[in-house]
Nanobody
Framework: QVHLVESGGGLVQAGGSLSLSCAAS????????MGWFRQAPGKEREFVAA????????YYEDSVQGRFTISRDNAKNMVYLQMHSLQPEDTAVYYC?????????????????WGQGTQVTVSS
């Protein structure tokens, strides 16, 4: 089993920045690619960003491309999501996820482990 814990969420004004962290523990050797997803009130969970095990390959949802950056530190079992130029539509609970697949995955059902989420609220 892999345990994921997100941190770094909070309240920020539009145009501001936040940095999310995801700490992994347990059977981390079963993890490969990692991803961030988000879910806004009344909406379905959506893909935000994903990164391969090596960190060489990253994917982003179109609306966050150029504003968000995903990275990882395998030695520390950490994954990060730096978010800049935040907008009210970025308001959501952000979830970290881990998959057994080597390549980054877009679909939530391809991920095996999930964190509890961290709230990000962007005020206008």
């Amino acid at each position: 089993q892999v345990h994921l814990v997100e941190s770094g969420g909070g309240l920020v004004q539009a145009g501001g920045s936040l940095s999310l962290s995801c700490a992994a523990s347990g059977r981390t050797f079963t993890m490969n690619a990692m991803g961030w997803f988000r879910q806004a009130p009344g909406k379905e969970r959506e893909f935000v960003a994903a990164i391969s095990y090596t960190g060489h390959t990253t994917y982003y949802e179109d609306s966050v491309q150029g504003r968000f950056t995903i990275s990882r530190d395998n030695a520390k079992n950490m994954v990060y999501l730096q978010m800049h130029s935040l907008q009210p539509e970025d308001t959501a609970v952000y979830y970290c996820a881990a998959t057994r697949f080597v390549a980054p995955q877009f679909r939530g059902d391809e991920y095996d482990y999930w964190g509890q989420g961290t709230q990000v609220t962007v005020s206008s």
